[in-house]
């Protein structure tokens, strides 16, 4: 039995056996020196965590947007402009825009690591989507769900409410580009596009088509700036020469061109590339949906969105976004690949025969992430079928008016107009045949 007076052994010099210097590190543990690692590699390790951007509104977080001359809150947005007017007083005044509250056009090209707005941060997915405000007026509690609607009117005094505070659900954008196509304007624009398309269209379609039906709603975007280089390589042919050889219908065209081996480099920057940040607008399926038609009355006049505020949704509906930065990092790259490669254009023209590129690589050095809602007015049609059938859109740009849609077509009058155009061609042929014999 030990003897608990007795004393322990000495303890050991700092750097004795048994020592934590003596004690060999774990496997992996060893320091790394980033020098030898490759580039890409290296300025991963050494990026800085993502660096946020306050954007919100903190004199908006009791959910009241006050007019600034009169106190009122009874504010809408004014057709046609960005301007927002107290219907109390008539007072009018437009929101500061984000670009310039925040500094988001400038550094573009300094960017390093991933700077992310506070709109933009990651959704928490048990975030409720119902927000409670104690009115100031009255007392009453006044619910708004943001699943469906981002303003509310207190049913006792007619305050209203905007969900101005930035929220972890996704609900809340950095910044809103307000309307200014006005739905009588886009009511036309939907109405000339059928029109245009009317003698193919399906019957039920004609029937049913009532562009009054359509709704402006603000859909959630990621715009995003990016510092970035690319490397391209892969082959190109300049003809030398062409030459005929055997006769009838043995003749063969031979061709002599010289092959070059191409690598191109670029170092280039994005600003306000627009990516769509709901799953299921994303959700380009053409076998189900005509979504991508949405992608064709881009671009929007991002530059001028200003700061978020609930106000300027009254009267609209909009989309939650629910896409966070990293789920949209492959489908930034595969942009900017794009771009890289419609930058290079330019630089191989001479070679005439045409270039395969065959090997291509992304650096992406730096990335800014704003989350917005873009104005667009949105008819839709179903149409039945297999496979639960097919939804057509047509889609009117909030801003500019560009107008593209889906029609839905009778599919044997595009066969017969196909077979008619078919036969007089043909008829024309002979008839020049014949002429020249």
Not at 140 to 154: K, P, S
Request: aromatic letters at 8%; hydrophobic letters at 35%.
């Amino acid at each position: 039995m030990s003897n608990p007076n007795r004393p322990g052994p000495p303890p050991l010099p700092p750097d004795g056996p048994g020592s934590p210097r003596d004690v060999p590190p774990l496997p992996g543990t060893f320091p790394v020196d980033t020098a030898t690692l490759p580039d890409a590699i290296r300025e991963e390790l050494e990026a800085p965590d993502p660096v946020a951007i306050d954007t919100s509104a903190a004199e908006l977080k009791d959910g009241q947007n006050h007019c600034p001359k009169c106190g009122a809150t009874d504010i809408r947005h004014k057709p046609g402009s960005d301007v927002l007017v107290c219907l109390f007083c008539r007072n009018e005044w437009v929101g500061t825009r984000v670009e310039e509250a925040f500094g988001l056009g400038e550094g573009i090209a300094d960017l390093k690591g991933t700077v992310i707005a506070s709109g933009a941060r990651d959704i928490d997915t048990d975030a409720s989507s119902l927000r409670t405000f104690k009115c100031t007026g009255c007392g009453a509690e006044v619910t708004v769900n943001t699943e469906n609607a981002m303003t509310a009117r207190c049913h006792w005094c007619r305050h209203v409410f905007g969900v101005n505070e930035q929220i972890a659900n996704g609900a809340v954008p950095d910044a809103v580009l307000p309307f200014h196509i006005k739905k009588d304007d886009a009511v036309a624009r939907i109405r000339q596009f059928v029109d245009k398309r009317r003698l193919f269209a399906l019957k039920e379609f004609k029937e049913q088509f009532t562009p009054e039906n359509v709704a402006g709603v603000y859909l959630p975007y990621m715009i995003v700036d990016g510092n970035a280089s690319a490397d391209i390589s892969g082959q190109g042919e300049i003809l030398i020469r062409s030459y005929t050889r055997g006769s009838d219908d043995k003749k063969k065209t031979y061709y002599d061109a010289d092959v070059y081996q191409i690598e191109r480099h670029i170092d280039f920057t994005v600003d306000d590339l627009p990516l769509e940040s709901s799953r299921e607008r994303g959700n380009l399926d053409t076998r189900a949906n005509t979504q991508n038609i949405i992608n064709t009355i881009l671009p929007f006049d991002t530059k001028n969105a200003v700061k978020w505020n609930a106000s300027y949704l009254s009267g609209f509906s909009s989309e939650k976004r629910d896409t966070d930065v990293e789920q949209l990092r492959p489908r930034l790259e595969d942009q900017l690949l794009s771009i890289a490669r419609a930058q290079v254009e330019g630089s191989v023209s001479r070679y005439g025969r045409g270039v395969r590129w065959e090997q291509e690589s992304l650096d992406v050095h730096g990335t800014r992430w704003v989350s917005m809602y873009l104005p667009v007015w949105l008819y839709s049609y179903h149409q039945p079928g297999s496979n639960g059938g097919m939804l057509h859109y047509i889609a009117v740009n909030g801003r500019t008016g560009e107008t593209m849609g889906s029609v839905p077509v009778q599919q044997w009058k595009l066969l017969l107009a196909a077979l008619t155009v078919g036969t007089i061609l043909e008829t024309i042929a002979i008839a020049i045949l014949a002429g020249a014999s």
